[in-house]
């Protein structure tokens, strides 16, 4: 049996994974939000929260921002040498930190290692736990 505090964070961390797998899909379509958002809703049965609609549409309203920041903490790397999971996990990530109050920022750091465990590598996870720190410090 679920108490009311475990089924609110597995209710966030499920919408979290949605809004990164809508930021994701972005990368591979030039579709506007709207329209990608409709299919997800289509396609996968999704309902969408007022934390999904806003973070999805939210980090590409921010869009130039956000990637300011990833490229000035991904020190020697290019931003488009990134893999399109850790771009998209950074952009939610840093969304969260910036715009998000109601969210610690370990959280957003957890939260972000944790998909990219599931939906990439170790490395992945590790790299982009270091690029989020770098962030945390300077903001």
Known sequence: MYNYESWCLMTRRQAREEAFILIFEKEFNDSPLSEILDLAVEVRSITPDDYIKD?????????????????DNTVGWNI??????????????????????????AVSI??????????????????????????????
């Open 55 to 71: 973070t999805f549409f939210g980090v590409y309203d921010k869009l130039s921002e956000i990637d300011k920041i990833i490229s």
């Open 110 to 139: 957890n939260e972000a290692v944790e998909i990219l465990k599931k939906y990439a590598t170790a490395d992945d996870a590790s790299y982009v736990n270091g690029v989020l720190s770098s962030v945390i410090k300077k903001v």
């Open 80 to 105: 488009s040498r990134l893999s399109k999971t850790a771009l998209a996990v950074l952009r939610l990530s840093i969304y969260e930190i910036l715009y998000k109050d109601d969210i610690p920022n």
